[in-house]
């Protein structure tokens, strides 16, 4: 089990942007979250094993990438933290 902590910009707010991440989190084995942050990126934080995140993250730039500048990567062990996908607040 992994972490990754993915920051999307470019027009990712007030696109749809969490929301169709979280349903296509519903297709996939992963947990964690994603959420707007005050400097108009979008943060996701996931976890699972590497393939479903890759796949996850492939099926997010397939469906949102039009709206994508640039994305950050940060790998970390998972924590175990988190039950489902969400959107926060």
Do not use: H, W
Request: glycine residues 10%.
């Amino acid at each position: 089990m992994m972490r990754k902590t993915v920051y999307y910009s470019g027009r990712v707010q007030g696109v749809g942007f969490r929301a169709t991440t979280r349903m296509l989190a519903e297709s996939f084995d992963v947990t964690g979250y994603v959420r707007n942050m005050n400097d108009g990126r979008v943060e996701a934080i996931i976890e699972g094993e590497r393939s479903e995140i890759g796949a996850f993250l492939d099926v997010i730039t397939d469906r949102m990438g039009r709206f994508i500048e640039s994305t950050d990567m940060l790998e970390s062990p998972a924590t175990g933290d988190y039950d489902d996908f969400s959107i926060r607040y």
